[in-house]
């Protein structure tokens, strides 16, 4: 049995979350993706209204929701501005593995350090020649002692410049592949990590996105997470974990897609009529609806199967593919209904297009969760 309807709990966390999107994001959201603002004071507002780690159990601070109730807070806060979501939900990407593979003192120390105080965390496999194919990433690690030292560099880290600890995924040896990655912590000030360039972007521009770089930077052994030489399917779990809530931010898009486009369908005329008489912009608003409503019962079936804890990254595929690819063509739809007015920064439909492009990149393109899924149904 799939759940269709809220409960209580779960219908007071997304009128929370609306509320929050309406009053705190959008009025600021425009300004913030013009001058690619970090959205510190937002986060904090989110912080301390209970919007952020929330999947962190109680036991180390958080409130122990499910993925079906974050679902609903990345929708709603996707409503407001994605590149906010994004940067709320990244603690969330790298809480993940410590979640799935870290023992008591690390959960205590990073997933309380999150829940303690607004702090900001970031979750590495991406490397400037590494980024579909996980198993062929290259930044080296060895053991010296009673630490690891890491070598190398990972891009496109989203709150790179802000994080206070890195999940950071190595290897061993690059020619064993995935079998050589191992995952490990590592905070904000150790003597050899910087941050490089802030990456100046198309959309989601107020998240931070920089290169890391790592030279003969050595940690505890205490830092490493999970068993050595698990790296890579701690990788994949918590992807198969996350990829719901990047679905859950494309009908975010969608929602705002539809409901800019139908305001602006009954106030906008030509040929002496709203341009919502015609059926050629009625049909384009029905297939947003139906998109959105399709992507809807995936996002949730996923989620609640993580819920059950009964994992299914056939079904985070699909629900991350069919959101991401749906956003975008949604959000391109919505440019199309405001005509020449869609393409200007006066509206919010260009920013709703420019953004969920990245829905279709992150965590794994579309191609990659078609590759999850064919390989699965091919076997
Ligand atoms: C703004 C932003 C934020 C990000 N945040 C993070 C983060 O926080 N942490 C992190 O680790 N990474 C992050 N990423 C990296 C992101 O996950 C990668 O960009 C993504 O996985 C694609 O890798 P790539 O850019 O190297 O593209 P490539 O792997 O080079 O792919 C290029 C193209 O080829 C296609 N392709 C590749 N291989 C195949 C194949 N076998 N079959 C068919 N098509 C294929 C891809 O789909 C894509 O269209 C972020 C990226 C961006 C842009």
């Not at 190595?170 to 590592?186: P, V």
């Not at 009529?273 to 399709?294: G, L, N, R, T, W």
């Not at 991401?324 to 393409?343: E, I």
Request: glycine share 10%.
């Amino acid at each position: 049995m799939y759940q269709f309807e809220l409960t209580e709990e779960q219908t007071a966390i997304r009128d929370t979350a609306r509320a929050f999107a309406r009053d705190v994001i959008i009025p600021v959201a425009g300004e913030l993706d013009e001058h690619g603002t970090f959205p510190r004071d937002i986060c904090a507002k989110a912080f301390d209204l209970g919007l952020m780690n929330v999947e962190v159990p109680e036991e180390y601070g958080g409130l122990g929701l499910g993925a079906f109730e974050h679902a609903i807070i990345c929708e709603e806060l996707s409503y407001g501005c994605v590149g906010v979501a994004t940067t709320i939900s990244a603690n969330n990407l790298a809480a993940t593995p410590i979640f799935l593979a870290g023992n008591h003192e690390q959960k205590k120390q990073y997933l309380g350090g999150l829940t303690g105080a607004l702090s900001f965390a970031s979750y590495a496999t991406s490397e400037p020649d590494a980024g579909s194919d996980v198993a062929g990433l290259r930044c080296r690690y060895e053991r010296k002692g009673d630490t690891f030292v890491l070598n190398g560099s990972k891009q496109w880290i989203t709150n790179g410049g802000h994080a206070d600890f890195i999940v950071i995924f190595a290897t061993r040896d690059a020619a064993t592949r995935h079998k050589g990655i191992s995952a490990f912590i590592i905070p904000k000030g150790t003597p050899g990590l910087s941050i490089g360039k802030k990456e100046n972007k198309m959309g989601q521009r107020c998240s931070n996105t920089t290169a890391i770089h790592l030279e003969d930077c050595a940690i505890p052994a205490a830092n490493l997470l999970g068993a050595e030489g698990d790296g890579f399917k701690l990788a994949m779990a918590t992807f198969d974990r996350t990829r719901p809530d990047i679905a859950a931010f494309g009908l975010g898009i969608m929602r705002r897609s539809i409901d800019e486009s139908v305001k602006y369908a009954k106030e906008r005329k030509t040929f002496g009529v709203p341009i919502a008489q015609h059926q050629a912009i009625q049909f384009i608003i029905a297939d947003m609806a139906i998109a959105y409503e399709a992507g809807h019962l995936l996002t949730y079936k996923a989620a609640t199967l993580l819920d059950r804890d009964q994992p299914s990254a056939m079904l985070s595929a699909y629900a991350k593919c069919f959101c991401a690819d749906n956003a975008m063509r949604v959000a391109t739809d919505a440019v199309q209904v405001f005509g020449g007015n869609g393409y200007v920064k006066e509206y919010p439909v260009e920013k709703l297009m420019r953004d969920a492009k990245l829905l279709q990149i992150y965590e794994g393109t579309s191609q990659v969760q078609r590759m999850v899924i064919a390989k699965r149904l091919l076997a």
